[in-house]
C-alpha cells in the first residue's frame, strides 16, 4: 500500500507526462537534432586510436644513477657541483618584518626578552654604584662549573649565579626565588628522584596549558632560554622556522619567525645575552638573531650544510660547528673568518659539546658510527688525534658530557645508549634501548637531568620518555601522559628550573613537564621543594644537636639590616661558630678550599710560616707540603674561579705571588716558582672573573693586576693606616673594590676603571670600623662589614 508521499509523487509524474504531450514538446526536439547535425565526410577517413606503450617507472637508484637533487627545496646532497645556490635576499641581513610569520605582532616578544636582559645588565665603571643593575653570567646548558684557558692551562671555572633585579627593580626575599639561579656555584644540589619500576609521570607532571604547537614543520632542536624568571621555549624545525614559546605569557604567547630556508640544526643562546640566538642550518647559513636590533644577521655562509653547531663555555667570540663530511670549523665572530678547520670524521658531525669542567676537552658524534673526544690545545692544523673513540654498529646521533663532565651518555641507532666514566673515560657500558626511528619523526638524542644519575630518551611504542639510571643502568621511570599524541623525539632539561623538561614532537608540538605540586600550609609549593625543605631542616637539627651550639653560644651578635644607609632596625641572633681543630704547632693561620672539582676533594692551610699545606680529606693526611714565603706569615691564599690551577698567596714579607698547582713539585724540599711577584702585599684576592687581582698592604696602596698574564700593574693610594683593617674584597663583578676607611669609620668604594675611590658608605649606625667585608655570593648589593668589637653591620639595596 503506498504512501501519501508516494501517491502525490505518482501523481506529479502524471501531470507532467501530460503537459509535455499537450504541447508536443519531444516531437519538436526530434526535428530540431536533425536539423543542426552537421553531415558526415565520407572521404574522410577513419583514424585508428593509437595504443600508448606501457612504462614501467624505475628509480634512478635501481637503474644504477646518481640521485638528482637539482631543484630540491633545500640541499641535502654532499656534492656541491649538484646543489642549487640559495635565494640572494636570504645571504642579506633579515629584517624581522619580513622573517617574521607568526599571528598577530612580535612586539610583545621583543619586549619580554629585552626586559629579562634589562634585568641583568651590566653595572657602568664610569657609574656611581647602583646594585639594581647587575649583569648575570649565563651558562651553557646548565648550572654548571664552567671552564676557559688560560695562556695554556686548563681549568674548571666555578661560576656563581648571583641573584639579580628582575624587570629593572630590587625584590624581596619571596620573590627572589622567581629570579636567578639559586646555586652559589657547581652543579645543582637539587635533584629530581625517579622511583624505580614506576610507569606514569613520577615526580614531575604535564598539564595542559604547557602543551603547544611552536612550529608548523617537525622540530629539529628545542632548547630552553637559559634565565630563571621567563620561561621560555625556542623551536626550529624542518622547515627553516624558529619559533619562541613564552609559556608565561599572554595569550598563547608564540612567536614564529622564518630565517632559514632548510631544517634548523641548532640553536644557541648568546652565553652573556638572552637578546642574542644563534641558529645554523641546512641551507648552510648561521644566522645571529638581534632581538635589540630586530634583526637576523648572517654571520656565515657556506655551500655545505651545516649540521651542529655549539659555543665553548666562556668562550662567547668563538663558534664551533660542522659541515659537509665530517668538517669542524671555528669561526671567530670578531674577526669575521676561520681560524681552524680540521677533518675529524668521515662522514658528518651530528653533535659537538664541551666538557663543563675541562672546556679543552670536545666530544663529537657522527654518521660514522663513532663518537671521539679531542683535546683542542693538541689538535694543531694537521691530522687531529682523538683522546678516546667509542665505536657503535651504526650512527650516532648525539655524545653529550653530563653536568659534572664526569660522564659522557651516546645514542646511536645500533639501540644503545653508551656510557663512558672514570677518570679518563676509560670505562665503558652499554644500556640497550630501542632507538630506530622513522623518516617522519627525529632521530633520538639522550640528553643528561639535573645531575649525573639520569638520562632522559624518547620512547616510541609508549609516546612518552624513558628516564635511564646511569647507576643501575636501566630504564627506572617512563614518564607518559594522555596528553602526549605524539613522540617527543628531540628533548632539553631547563638548565636552571629543576625539573622542568621539554619534549618535541614531529608535528611541531612542544610537551612541558613541571615538577608535580601539592598544596601546602601556607602556600603552593612542589612536592619536591617540600620534601627537601623537611630534610633540611632534620639535617640541621642534627647537626646543631652534634655541636651542641646552645650550649656553646657566646655573647650576642648584634646585626643592623638596611637599604644603602643603616637605619635603626636591629635583628639579634644568638649564633656561635663551634668547630674541632686538631692541635698543630704553630695552629693554622689561613685556609682555603680551591675551586676544583675533582676526586681528591683537597684543601690548603698554612701549618707553619710561609708553609702551605695541601691535605687529603678523604686519606685523612697531607700529600703536598711547600714553603713558599721564606718563613713568614701566609695572609691569605685565593685561587682563580677560572682557572683554579692558578693560586695566589699574601705574606708578611710585603710579596703577593702566583703560582702555578701543576709545576710545583712534589715535596717541602722542591722549592716552587712564581708565575708572577708583586712586592709590598699583605691579602691578595682574585675578581669574581678570575681576570684580575686585588692586593692590599699597610703601605696606603692598593695593587691591581690585569693583562693575560696579569702584566699590567697599577697602584690606587688609598688611606689604611693600621691593623686590624683587612684587604679590601670585591663587588659582585669587576667593576668595585670595597675596603674599610678607618679615619671615617665607612666603607670606601674603589672603581676599578677610574683608579681611585669614587663612594663613601656611611651612616651614624656605624660607630666602629668595619675592619673585615664580604659580599653576598647570591644576593647582589648585600654587603657585610664587622668590627673589632663583635659588632656586624649588613647592608642592603635601597
Known sequence: ???????????????????????????????????????????????????????????????????????????????????????????ARLPFDKAYGGEGSYKKFVETVLGTTASNSMVKDDSPIDCSSTRRRSSRLSNVNKAESVSSSDYVKKEAFVKKPCGGKLITKDESDDCLNKEASGVMTESIEFEEGGSGTGPLSLESNNVARVVPGRVFVVKFMPCQNVKLVAAGDKLGNVGFWN??????????????????????????????????????????????????DLVYSSDDAIYSLSQRPNDEQSLYFSEGHGMLNVWDLRAGKSVFNWGLHEHRINTIDFNPQNPHVMATSSKDGTACLWDLRSMGATKPKTLRTVTHSKTVHSAY??????????????????????????????????????????????????????????NRPSKGIDVISTK????????????MRAIPCRIHCHPLKVGVLAGSTGGGQVYVWTPKSIVCEDSMATEYEQRKRLENIRRNDEMMAALNVGAKASPLIHLWRTGLCLDTKITIFP???????????????????????????????????????????????????????????????????????????????????????????????????????????????????????????????????????????????????????????????????????????GIDVISTKLKRRVKELQDPLMRAIPCRIHCHPLNVGMLAGSTAGGHVYVWTPK
Open 1 to 91: 500500500m503506498a504512501t501519501e508521499f508516494e501517491r502525490k509523487r505518482l501523481e506529479n509524474i502524471r501531470r507532467n507526462d501530460e503537459m509535455l504531450a499537450a504541447l508536443n514538446v519531444r516531437a519538436k526536439a526530434s526535428l530540431l537534432t536533425a536539423a543542426t547535425k552537421r553531415p558526415r565526410d565520407e572521404s574522410t577517413k577513419s583514424l585508428k586510436k593509437k595504443e600508448k606503450p606501457i612504462v614501467i617507472r624505475k628509480s634512478l637508484r635501481t637503474r644504477g644513477l646518481n640521485p638528482d637533487s637539482v631543484g630540491l627545496p633545500y640541499r641535502f646532497s654532499g656534492d656541491p657541483k649538484r646543489m642549487a645556490p640559495p635565494p640572494q635576499k636570504l645571504k
Open 247 to 296: 609559556l608565561d605569557g599572554e595569550d598563547d604567547g608564540i612567536y614564529l619567525f622564518h630565517p632559514h630556508t632548510a631544517p634548523v640544526s641548532s640553536l644557541v643562546f648568546h652565553q652573556n645575552s638572552f637578546s642574542k640566538v644563534i641558529s645554523s642550518s641546512y641551507d648552510g647559513l648561521i644566522r645571529l638573531m638581534d632581538v635589540g636590533k630586530s634583526v637576523f
Open 401 to 458: 658530557f653530563s653536568p659534572t663532565g664526569l660522564s659522557l651518555a651516546t645514542t646511536s641507532v645500533d639501540n644503545n645508549i653508551g656510557l663512558l666514566s672514570g677518570t679518563n673515560f676509560e670505562d665503558i657500558s652499554m644500556i640497550s634501548h630501542d632507538n630506530t626511528t622513522n623518516r617522519w619523526i627525529s632521530t633520538f638524542r639522550g640528553v643528561w637531568g639535573w645531575d649525573d644519575s639520569y638520562i632522559f630518551v624518547a
Open 472 to 483: 643501575l643502568k636501566r630504564t627506572v621511570e617512563e614518564l607518559q601522559d594522555p596528553l
Open 575 to 745: 649564633i656561635s661558630m663551634s668547630c674541632s681543630v686538631a692541635p698543630t704547632h704553630p695552629p693554622p693561620t689561613m685556609l682555603s678550599i680551591p675551586p676544583l672539582r675533582d676526586q681528591m676533594m683537597s684543601k690548603a692551610c698554612t701549618l707553619v710560616r710561609g708553609m702551605l699545606n695541601a691535605w687529603d680529606l678523604r686519606a685523612g693526611k697531607s700529600f703536598f707540603k711547600w714553603v713558599l714565603h721564606e718563613y713568614n706569615t701566609i695572609n691569605s691564599i685565593d685561587f682563580n674561579p677560572r682557572n683554579p690551577h692558578v693560586m695566589a698567596t699574601s705574606s708578611e714579607d710585603g710579596t703577593a705571588r702566583l703560582w702555578d698547582l701543576r709545576s710545583m713539585g712534589g715535596g717541602p724540599t722542591t722549592k716552587p716558582k712564581t708565575l708572577r711577584t708583586l712586592t709590598h702585599s699583605k691579602p691578595a684576592y682574585f675578581s669574581p672573573t678570575g681576570l684580575s687581582l686585588a692586593t692590599t698592604s699597610v703601605d696606603n696602596y692598593f695593587g691591581i693586576l690585569s693583562g693575560a698574564n696579569y702584566e699590567d700593574t697599577s697602584m690606587i693610594y688609598i688611606t689604611i693606616i693600621g691593623s686590624p683593617i683587612s684587604g679590601g674584597v670585591w663587588g659582585w663583578d669587576d667593576s668595585y673594590i670595597f675596603v674599610g676607611n678607618r679615619p671615617s669609620k
